[in-house]
Structures are given as C-alpha cells and as structure tokens.
C-alpha cells in the first residue's frame, strides 16, 4: 500500500512538536505526503467499482487503514 512506509513514518515522528499519537500522525501524513494519501484514496475507488454485485470483501477506507498502520507502528517504535 504505501512505499516506504517505515521511512516516512519517522519522518513524521521526527516534525511532530508534541507527544506522537495516531490523529498527530495522521495529519502529519496528509500534510507531509499529499500525493500517497492520494494514491491511497484511487486505490480503494478502483477496489470498489472492481467487486461484482453480490460478491463483498471487506476493505478499510484509507483513513481507518493508515491509522491502523500508525497504530501499529507507534506501538512498535516504543
């Protein structure tokens, strides 16, 4: 989903002023790669407009997937 997750990640770690959290890296991520947050939002589009009528999988919206990646990366930076 996102290239170098792990590197733009610490970026935003790195330009949050105060206490790291999922919302502050959120918005630090919107602010900071425009054209992935993008690309993340085309790709789950096209996923959708792709499934056949009837035949459902269950994917996140790009704001509950990337918190989720967050989440995940700020309990492992810890």
Same mark, same amino acid.
């Given at each position: 989903?996102? $290239?170098? @997750?792990e590197e733009?990640?610490e /970026? !935003?770690f /790195?330009s !949050?002023k ?6 502050n890296?959120f #918005?630090g991520?919107?602010?900071l790669?425009p054209?992935?947050?993008?690309q993340? @939002?085309?790709n789950f589009s @096209?996923f959708?407009r #792709? %499934? $056949?009528?009837?035949?459902?999988? +269950?994917? +996140?919206? +790009?704001?509950? #997937?990337l918190? @989720?990646?967050?989440r995940?990366?700020? %309990?492992?930076s810890?």
């Open positions: 989903m996102i $290239q170098n @997750k733009k990640f /970026a !935003i /790195a !949050i105060e206490k790291p959290n999922e919302i890296m #918005s991520f919107l602010k790669y054209e992935d947050w993008k993340l @939002k085309i @096209k959708n #792709s %499934k $056949q009528f009837g035949k459902t999988i +269950p994917l +996140p919206k +790009p704001e509950q #997937s918190k @989720k990646e967050i995940v990366w700020l %309990k492992k810890k």
